[in-house]
């Protein structure tokens, strides 16, 4: 019963479906020379935009840049046709969770690695596990089932931010996270 | 980074209203509902069962044969805030940073208890699932999560609205900033002032010396104020909270 | 080993200790409390971009800017515009939920044949038919347009050049009648320059809640200080007399004699400025028939004249209608007898076509009626409307709602509703300055759903007439006056005439032959509908007002009758009791409720949305603003 408790259980709580599409943050990154927020920048209002859309992507891939499969896939299934990818998000968050990245990384100064982990640096994106029950991403969870030693950037349960804030003595308030 | 470089002075939000001023036009009213994503009326809500985090009421002085029009919300109790005292789920704070009474939909159990202990009748319950007709919540604002069907809500001070001026202070490094919630910015008389109380020189401060809370002698530090030149309403303000609802009809 | 019930029992019981050594009791409570916090039958709130479009608000004719907030291009909140010279930085309630009106429960996105639901372009060819026939029978086509003095009225009245005999109408409007009837007088366009004025009296008719301008009479009562005086006099103690500076209660039905009381003062105390021209009441007989006392009407009549340029206002109400032609007259009157200079002059706007008032074409008259889509915000009772039809007449509706009015219709022509359209605007026609402007669609429209343009085009096309013509005209009429100052806001703008540096001249007033009320035996009460400006109009009513009546006292709601305690004590009616209304033409349940700013003898009923027409056939089909009544416990 432990034993399915640790392996069993997790493994039927989650489903795991791939990204409709690929792509190196580290070809990106490293190789081409980008940083996170040439792509995942603010608007002007101090929005995060989020995931860039198709458009922004055909600004460098107007045609095809290398030789890899996946950029000939993400060429010939949304650069030509104009759709947008629907990205399944890892960090995406329940709608009544407020999270300013303005005030997190321009205020406090923060690397987005600090909460994402070194998603920046991966060679490929791994599969959407999705929380059968809530529908939430394995990523808010974090790898381990036990939550304990987690690294910093991994598990973004409302735990995580807590921590966080409490160690560096940030008074947020419920309001200041939640809406 | 330090404590001291994130901390900012500690604001307490408060409003105004000149009453005098009120045209009962009910235009924050709406304008409050859109901005917290409260749906129209389900078709069984009545006075009672409905949400309205900002009411206004019409109160009537028979002596003088005089008309008033009242605005009330969550009048933000600063002191032994009766609703936090009562939560069994600590779902009612009072933030430390802005003084609003913080509701937490998430933590709410639906027991009540507060909606029974606020002197000012001014927290609703969700007696339905919110509903929307088909395509209208398009329309919703991203800055409002919907509250579910057993949960109670109140007016935070549009939070959602100073979340984006946070975020677009935050842009330009800062963490200065100013806003507006709905119905002062809706109100086409503009009776509404709202500001920090903690700041002498702001608008909201220098009007409230010269008015009047709500029920004051309860010790519970509304920080909503109220103006007016008529005698009889602040007579009728150290009486009640908010005129009595009807009887109940339906449970 | 062998499988004893002993061990299935350790087994389970083991089992059961190991569980709370996994992760899964306490994995699963988390993820199903999450659960719980998003229910799937919740909507997410949307994602995307914040920017902010400009446009005007088209619930009325008011014309007052917007500011609308966008997330994904898709508005989900408006905002005034600071400075906007028709609305002055204010909104009504109607206007923060107008965003939702495209999404309205009632939207209509399909047409409607006899009723039936049909393709938008088969609606449309139903319409073009039915135009086609009354031209080759030479039958009475007329266009009603709650919104004269726009481009698309001067392609209606083009459309209607094609066809003889036909007639462009107008209902009436609060705002319209007393600037109206000064214009007919003066033999030019008449306004109010409210700024000028010193002293503002309204007669039965809600100035500071649903005149003209929401935002600009309000701004200027809230910052009037001693500057404007408002006075306000009406039976009930409604919100407009609530916030007057002074309320004067007198009796129903007694405007005009209250207006003519007014004038009798004024002629005998010399303080006239243009000659009596009609038997002005003596105070006595105007107090006996308004039931004031003599010293409160001197006293109005004296601030009236010795407080600088006054104004006197009727038009009556947006729900409960007109005053009668001898109350409008006798305020239009007083006007000249004041000799005020805040009526002035008003260029009209270069394609301004004059329309008929719909209350002054014979009955049974009209044989094709085609209603325009835009709303006034004020009621039009159908039956008042039929009245005017010719036996078997037909009604081609343009609607963006299906309304009972739209289920009537003999066809419904689907058309944008409210902010999915390039609209014009205009100025309130009392305004003393017109102003003309476009609003921007903030939403795509429907597929299938026309503009009002392109269905006027289309019927001028079907009767092989030429073609109407274009919204693009009037803005080039207007840049080839050369006058005006426009008002830019956003990627929206408003422009605004000149003065009219002219003076008003006033032909010798018309005699005033006061109405006699009609008495009816057995009918001690008067029944009043009430409401407020969108209650009952051709549009519904955005869906989050129902935080207004229905969730909260603030406005009545379908079937509320209201009562002075006075009046129900003596019928012997309770409290929250249901009761019966009846007059002459018929009889209606209510739901009582006791309020003392209702005078006693007057049952107060809300004409309210789809329940109006029931309340509006209790008071016949000649006027809608009062009827004798009984109340009948039942």
Not at chain 3, 163 to 172: A, D, Q, R
Not at chain 3, 294 to 318: F, K, N, S
Not at chain 3, 440 to 456: A, F, K
């Amino acid at each position: 019963m432990l034993a399915a408790g640790w392996l069993l259980f997790p493994a039927l709580l989650y489903t795991s479906t791939p990204q409709p599409a690929q792509f190196s943050h580290q070809a990106h990154g490293e190789a081409a020379g980008l940083t996170c927020d040439t792509c995942h920048g603010f608007t002007a209002e101090g929005r995060f935009a989020g995931i860039p859309t198709t458009e922004s992507c055909a600004g460098c891939h107007s045609g095809l840049l290398g030789e890899t499969e996946s950029e000939k896939h993400f060429f010939a299934n949304f650069v030509e046709p104009g759709r947008e990818v629907n990205w399944l998000i890892y960090s995406r968050q329940p709608d009544n969770v407020r999270f300013s990245h303005a005030r997190h990384v321009q205020v406090g100064k923060m690397e987005c690695a600090e909460c994402h982990g070194p998603h920046g640096e991966s060679e490929s994106l791994k599969a959407f596990e999705r929380n059968r029950i809530s529908g939430y991403s394995r990523d808010i969870w974090g790898p381990r089932m036990l939550r304990v030693g987690l690294k910093p950037g991994q598990g973004m349960k409302m735990d995580d931010c807590m921590a966080c804030h409490r160690d560096r003595q940030v008074e947020a308030g419920c309001l200041g996270c939640h809406r | 980074m330090n404590a001291e470089t994130v901390e900012r002075a500690p604001r307490r939000y408060g409003m105004v209203i000149d009453l005098d001023r009120c045209s009962g036009c009910g235009a924050c009213m709406v304008a409050c509902s859109a901005e917290n994503n409260v749906p129209p009326a389900h078709p069984q809500a009545t006075e009672r069962t409905g949400i309205t985090l900002l009411r206004v009421v019409q109160v009537k002085d028979a002596a003088s044969r005089g008309v008033a029009f009242i605005p009330m919300m969550c009048q933000q109790c600063g002191d032994d805030t009766p609703c936090m005292t009562v939560c069994p789920q600590q779902a009612v704070e009072v933030d430390k940073l802005t003084g609003v009474v913080e509701q937490m939909p998430q933590r709410c159990l639906g027991c009540r208890y507060c909606m029974t202990a606020c002197p000012f009748q001014a927290r609703f319950f969700n007696w339905w699932d919110p509903e929307w007709p088909a395509g209208m919540e398009t329309t919703l604002n991203p800055g409002a999560a919907p509250r579910m069907r057993g949960v109670v809500e109140k007016c935070d001070f549009c939070q959602s609205r100073m979340h984006a001026a946070e975020d677009k202070a935050a842009m330009e490094g800062s963490r200065e900033f100013e806003y507006t919630p709905a119905c002062v910015e809706a109100c086409p008389t503009r009776a509404i002032v709202f500001g920090d109380l903690n700041d002498p020189e702001s608008d909201v401060s220098r009007q409230a010396r010269n008015s009047f809370r709500f029920l004051e002698r309860l010790g519970t530090g509304p920080k909503v104020y109220y103006r007016s030149r008529r005698p009889w309403l602040r007579t009728l303000a150290s009486r009640v909270g908010a005129p009595p609802k009807k009887e109940n009809g339906n449970g | 080993m062998t499988g004893t019930r002993r061990n299935l029992l350790a087994f389970g019981g083991g089992a059961a200790a190991a569980v709370a050594f996994t992760p899964i009791p306490w994995k699963l409570l988390d993820d199903v409390s999450i659960w719980t916090q998003n229910w799937s039958w919740i909507p997410p709130v949307p994602r995307g971009e914040i920017t902010v479009k400009h446009s005007a608000c088209t619930m009325c004719g008011a014309g007052c800017g917007v500011q609308a907030h966008c997330v994904g291009g898709q508005p989900f909140g408006l905002a005034p515009v600071a400075g906007h010279p028709l609305s002055h930085g204010g909104l009504c309630a109607l206007a923060y939920g107008a965003h939702q009106m495209p999404y309205h429960a009632r939207r209509l996105r399909k047409g409607l044949s006899r009723g039936a639901e049909v393709a938008p372009d088969v609606a449309l060819a139903h319409a073009v038919e039915i135009l086609r026939d009354a031209r080759d029978a030479r039958r009475v086509v007329a266009v009603l347009d709650e919104r004269p003095g726009r481009m698309v009225s001067a392609m209606y009245a083009r459309l209607l050049g094609g066809l003889p005999g036909s007639v462009y109408l107008t209902p009436p409007a609060p705002e319209r009648a007393t600037a109206g009837i000064l214009s007919g007088w003066a033999g030019r366009p008449a306004g109010f320059d409210f700024e000028k004025a010193r002293t503002i009296l309204s007669i039965g008719t809600p100035l500071l809640d649903g005149f003209g301008a929401a935002g600009a009479l309000l701004a200027l009562w809230a910052n009037r200080e001693d500057r404007v005086r408002f006075l306000h006099a009406e039976p009930r103690q409604s919100h407009t007399a609530a916030l007057a500076d002074r309320w004067i209660a007198i009796r129903p039905g007694s405007e005009a004699a209250f207006a003519l009381g007014l004038a009798g003062v004024l002629v005998r105390d010399g303080l006239a400025k243009a000659p009596a021209p009609y038997g002005a009441f003596s105070l006595e007989e105007a107090a006996r028939r308004t039931g004031l006392r003599p010293d409160t009407i001197l006293a109005v009549a004296h601030e009236l004249a010795g407080r600088g340029p006054a104004l006197v206002i009727g038009g009556g109400d947006p729900v409960s209608g007109p005053l009668p032609r001898d109350a409008e007259q006798s305020i239009a009157a007083l006007n000249v007898l004041l000799g005020s200079e805040a009526v002035c002059p008003r260029h009209p706007l270069p394609f301004e076509r004059p329309a008929t008032p719909l209350l002054d074409v014979p009955d049974g008259t009209i044989s094709v009626l085609i209603a325009d889509a835009a709303s006034n915000g004020c009621a039009l009772p159908e039956a008042v409307l039929r009245r005017k039809l010719a036996n078997n007449a037909q009604i081609i509706r343009l609607s963006a709602f299906q309304t009972t009015a739209a289920r009537r219709a003999d066809v419904v022509v689907p058309v944008a509703a409210p902010s999915e359209a390039l609209e014009e605007v205009t100025a309130p026609a009392c305004n003393a300055r017109a102003a003309w402007g476009l609003a921007p669609p903030l939403v795509e429209r429907p597929e299938g759903v026309y503009t009002v343009p392109e269905v006027v085009a289309r019927l001028a096309e079907g009767c092989q007439m030429p073609a109407p013509g274009s919204i693009d005209e009037a803005s080039e009429a207007i840049q080839a006056l050369g006058r005006g100052s426009t008002f830019e806001f956003g990627d929206a703008s408003i422009w605004t005439d000149s003065e009219d540096s002219g003076q008003l001249e006033f032909a010798a007033l018309p005699e005033i032959r006061l109405e006699e009320p009609s008495l009816a035996d057995g009918f001690p009460l008067t029944l009043m509908p009430a409401g407020w400006r969108g209650a009952a109009a051709a549009i519904p009513l955005p869906p989050l007002t129902t935080k207004l009546y229905q969730e909260s006292e603030l406005r009545p709601g379908a079937r509320e009758a209201r009562v002075h305690p006075a009046t129900a004590r003596d019928l012997g009616l309770a409290r929250q009791s249901r009761a019966t209304a009846e007059t002459p033409y018929g009889s209606a349940a209510v739901s009582l409720r006791f309020d003392e700013s209702v005078p006693p003898g007057v049952v107060e009923v809300a004409a309210h949305e789809d329940d109006a027409a029931r309340v509006f056939a209790l008071c016949g089909d000649t006027c809608w603003r009062s009827a004798p009544a009984r109340l009948r416990r039942s």
